[in-house]
């Protein structure tokens, strides 16, 4: 079993910054592949970012160039920096990982940008 905790969303004008926390417990994050994802209201949720096993990392086009994800294994965290933010970065943002044939997921943390 792997609990996720997310943090760090808010309220922030575009153009601002954010960097999120997703906080590990059950497993060390160092032998997962972690991603972030994101739901807009009334759309589907959407793959935004993600980190390898081996540290490798990917990113949708949407966020290519202003978001970075990045892990710190000593506190089993995962983060989301996000640069530029565009009000169409509205959206509950979620931790995710798969692990022993089961996926897993945070409770979410809003971020909302503000024209």
């Known amino acids: 079993q792997v609990h996720l905790v997310e943090s760090g969303g808010g309220l922030v004008q575009a153009g601002g910054s954010l960097r999120l926390s997703c906080a590990a417990s059950?497993?060390?994050?160092?032998?997962?592949?972690m991603g972030w994802y994101r739901q807009a209201p009334g759309k589907q949720r959407e793959w935004v970012a993600r980190m390898s096993s081996g540290g490798s990392t990917n990113y949708s086009d949407a966020v290519t160039g202003r978001f970075t994800i990045s892990r710190d294994n000593a506190k089993n965290t995962v983060y989301l920096q996000m640069n530029s933010l565009k009000p169409e970065d509205t959206a509950v943002y979620y931790c995710?990982?798969?692990?022993?044939?089961?996926?897993?997921w945070g409770q979410g943390t809003q971020v909302t940008v503000s024209s």
């Open positions: 059950g497993s060390a994050i160092s032998f997962l592949a």
């Open positions: 995710n990982t798969f692990r022993g044939g089961n996926d897993y």
